[in-house]
């Protein structure tokens, strides 16, 4: 990270900062290896904020809608077979894409699955949900535990990353379905861009890129090369396969289109919550997720939780952070109601099951403590007299 990137800049319409990086190709991920950031416009707002507005104001969402209905028409097939592939885990997002496409616009969509780490109670349920009651045909793919509990805790040793190895199935798992069932259509929720997971040139195309799933050098996997952990580990190709990126031939050579239906449709969280729990069966958690004030996004995985304690101490910007900004450009919330809410729930540590977490990376307490402090940025952290970790170039309302 540069000199001027380490110079925290806060967004003046939400509460994101420039220290949030953009969504990478996980095959690429290594140790010390530079990242880009979000961007915030000379005038003080970043490119989420600039979305949302053009999101809000200039789009002509019944013009995209007739565009999305001419592309389902090229790929609809009359013969009752799948012609499309909707990835998920039950969550509010899968559940609504997939009801969308084959309740409102007559598709037949096969769901796919890349099982979460360490399932929730809720997020079982809310899975069960998805198939039976929204009414989906569906492959689960759980992966062995073995390897899992080994790239996770590598992950989160080496990248701070608990969540990476899951990150290698729901980016490609489902564009490796399609390839073994010549599906040649595939939908993913809401754009990156819309988190500021991107740069605006994305913005044009509804297009999820490919970029993301293709790679053909030596890929890393929980920030080590591939050939490191065969070594280290003794293992052998089917062990890592299912973290393994495609090749860039298989996707050239394809006719696969991967797209956001939110591109085409206005996506607002709070109503994508609304229609998965009618037309889906979707629950919220039974209780407040730690780090944050809502109980209904990202409810299915335990590494989640600790995924999101992470974020907040490589970057800053934690659970509550990104809900509180995602609802400000929704219009739910204002940046001073947000401001709060991260006064209150910003950096909590997520003690629901942080132990299950260590306990699935085999590693105690004590170990897991020391690696989280290790990766603390200098130009974010500081000690103070009393010996506690204190946040620095943070907004004087949360410090």
């Known amino acids: 990270m540069s000199k001027s990137e380490k110079k925290v800049i806060h967004c003046k319409r939400c509460v994101l900062t420039n220290q949030k990086p953009h969504s990478i190709n996980e095959s690429t991920n290594k140790v010390g290896d530079g990242k880009k950031y979000l961007v915030i416009h000379p005038?003080?707002?970043?490119?989420?904020?600039?979305y949302s507005d053009k999101k809000n104001v200039n789009i002509n969402w019944t013009q995209r809608e007739k565009e999305l209905k001419k592309i389902l028409n090229k790929y609809r097939k009359s013969n009752g077979e799948y012609d499309c592939i909707v990835p998920g885990s039950g969550g509010k997002d899968s559940c609504t894409v997939a009801h969308l496409l084959k309740y409102k616009y007559k598709m037949n969509p096969l769901t796919v699955t890349f099982a979460p780490t360490i399932y929730t109670d809720i997020g079982k349920k809310n899975m069960d949900s998805w198939i039976n009651v929204g009414g989906f045909d569906n492959y689960l793919f759980k992966r062995n535990g073995k390897v899992s509990s080994i790239l996770t805790r590598e992950a989160f040793k080496n990248l701070l990353h608990p969540m990476q190895p899951f990150k290698f199935g729901i980016k490609t798992f489902a564009a490796k379905m399609a390839l073994k069932l010549n599906i040649d259509l595939i939908f993913?929720?809401?754009?990156?861009?819309?988190?500021?997971?991107?740069?605006?040139?994305?913005?044009?195309?509804?297009?999820?890129?490919?970029?993301?799933?293709?790679?053909?050098?030596?890929?890393?996997?929980?920030?080590?090369?591939?050939?490191?952990?065969?070594?280290?580990?003794?293992?052998?190709?089917?062990?890592?396969?299912?973290?393994?990126?495609?090749?860039?031939?298989?996707?050239?050579?394809?006719?696969?289109?991967?797209?956001?239906?939110?591109?085409?449709?206005?996506?607002?969280?709070?109503?994508?919550?609304?229609?998965?729990?009618?037309?889906?069966?979707?629950?919220?958690?039974?209780?407040?997720?730690?780090?944050?004030?809502?109980?209904y996004a990202g409810v299915d995985d335990k590494i989640e939780w600790l995924h999101f304690f992470c974020h907040y101490i490589k970057f800053g910007i934690g659970r509550c952070r990104l809900d509180a900004s995602q609802e400000i450009r929704s219009g739910h919330i204002t940046r001073e109601e947000a401001i709060a809410l991260c006064k209150k729930y910003e950096g909590e540590v997520p003690t629901r099951y942080l132990k299950d977490c260590f306990k699935f990376m085999k590693i105690t307490d004590l170990e897991g403590w020391k690696i989280i402090d290790k990766f603390r940025p200098k130009h974010l952290w500081k000690k103070n007299k009393q010996n506690k970790w204190i946040r620095k170039q943070e907004l004087k309302e949360l410090v």
């Open 43 to 50: 005038d003080g707002v970043c490119v989420a904020c600039k």
């Open 188 to 295: 993913y929720g809401e754009p990156f861009l819309e988190y500021g997971s991107s740069d605006n040139k994305n913005e044009l195309t509804p297009d999820f890129p490919l970029e993301m799933l293709a790679y053909d050098k030596n890929p890393y996997i929980s920030g080590l090369s591939v050939n490191t952990l065969k070594k280290k580990y003794k293992f052998n190709d089917n062990d890592l396969s299912p973290y393994m990126p495609i090749k860039s031939r298989d996707i050239k050579n394809s006719k696969i289109k991967i797209l956001f239906l939110g591109w085409f449709l206005k996506w607002n969280p709070q109503e994508i919550y609304y229609y998965a729990s009618k037309n889906c069966g979707y629950v919220p958690d039974t209780q407040r997720i730690d780090g944050t004030y809502g109980r």
